[in-house]
């Protein structure tokens, strides 16, 4: 069978082509009744819009790229994180008729093709998550005028939208709560510090300790669980004496009580624990980790509607959603 062309659709409508074009591509234009006569032909003929052909007159490729600034073996692994970034923004975009293309950036090579792919016209937009210290890309994909936003503030001075949380008033939210049940020597496991999650969450550790007669103890992590089990025996090692520890996530955390459990210390009677994210395994740790929860769901949300308002010339103010501690057992 030979495929409907929309000529036939507005023959069987009894429209003009041009007015068939403009139902098929979305536009207001068309009067109700003509709307319902178009699309009432479609489905009988089971036209498909050639989506090439409509590209051309809508300047539109219905397309956004979610670009993950990390290799392979850290998007696919036991980090939640991305697997709930990449499903949250894909349910989203899919309900406003657009698809994701996924791509990794985690070095110069992959930096250039992305960069190749975005410039040659292929998505309407882009999305940045996890970038790392000097990542070449806000700038580079901001030189060519597509629409970026980014999932966390930039770590580069580059003027481009975001979506975070407040990591700084969350930590300082979960190491107030050590200072308030008792808690003497307090150290921190710290994100990795080329990124802004890490810088923010230390900031807030060290903000209230500073307002505190409570000294710094500080060993730093990359958001891995092993990561978080090395620094741990690292603070032990450092301090035998420290009671309390706040580390900037999760599964960072998980490492840490499995380290605090090698070492014979008991949480929360020695050495209690709080993390940041609320991650779906930290009701579950033994014991139930207490942690800032984090909206990752929203802020990928969030982040999709942003890029979304910026098509139609919005406005692009940074979001900053808030975090909320969840106390449980670990302190």
């Known amino acids: 069978m030979r495929r409907p062309t929309l000529e036939a659709v507005a023959a069987r409508a009894g429209v003009s082509r041009a007015t068939a074009s403009r139902v098929v591509n979305g536009q207001t234009t068309v009067a109700p009744h003509i709307r319902d006569a178009v699309l009432q032909a479609i489905d009988e003929l089971g036209y498909v819009p050639n989506s090439a ?17 990390e290799p392979g073996t850290r998007v696919f692994s036991e980090d939640p994180l991305f697997s709930t970034v990449i499903r949250s923004a894909s349910m989203e975009l899919e309900s406003a008729n657009k698809q994701v293309v996924l791509m990794l950036a985690s070095n110069a090579k992959s930096h250039a093709r992305v960069e190749r792919y975005i410039s040659g016209g292929h998505v309407d937009g882009v999305m940045l998550i996890s970038m790392h210290g000097a990542d070449p890309l806000p700038s580079a994909l901001s030189r060519l005028r597509v629409p970026v936003v980014s999932y966390g503030r930039p770590a580069v001075p580059v003027d481009i939208p975001f979506v975070d949380n407040d990591n700084v008033g969350g930590a300082e939210a979960g190491v107030r709560h050590l200072v308030e049940i008792g808690r003497r020597r307090i150290a921190t496991i710290a994100g990795p510090q080329d990124m802004i999650a890490g810088q923010d969450r230390l900031a807030g550790y060290r903000n209230v300790l500073r307002d505190s007669d409570r000294r710094s103890i500080v060993a730093v992590g990359d958001f891995t669980r092993e990561s978080g089990a090395i620094a741990m025996r690292q603070l032990l090692g ?6 309390a520890v706040f580390v900037a996530n999760d599964l960072m955390a998980v490492g840490a009580l499995q380290s605090l459990r090698q070492a014979g210390r008991r949480v929360p009677d020695d050495v ?18 207490t942690t800032l929860r984090h909206p990752v769901t929203d802020q990928a949300t969030a982040m ?28």
């Not at 300047?59 to 670009?67: E, F, G, M, N, Y």
């Open 53 to 69: 052909a409509r590209s051309l007159v809508t300047q539109r490729t219905d397309s956004i790229a979610l670009v993950i600034s």
């Open 238 to 243: 450092d301090d035998p004496g420290l009671d």
């Open 272 to 289: 209690a624990v709080v993390g940041f994210d609320d991650i779906e395994a930290a009701k579950y740790t033994e014991p139930p980790l």
């Open 304 to 331: 999709v509607h942003l890029l979304l308002g910026l098509f139609e010339g919005g406005p692009g103010d940074p979001v900053i959603l808030p975090t909320e501690l969840v106390i449980r057992e670990s302190a």
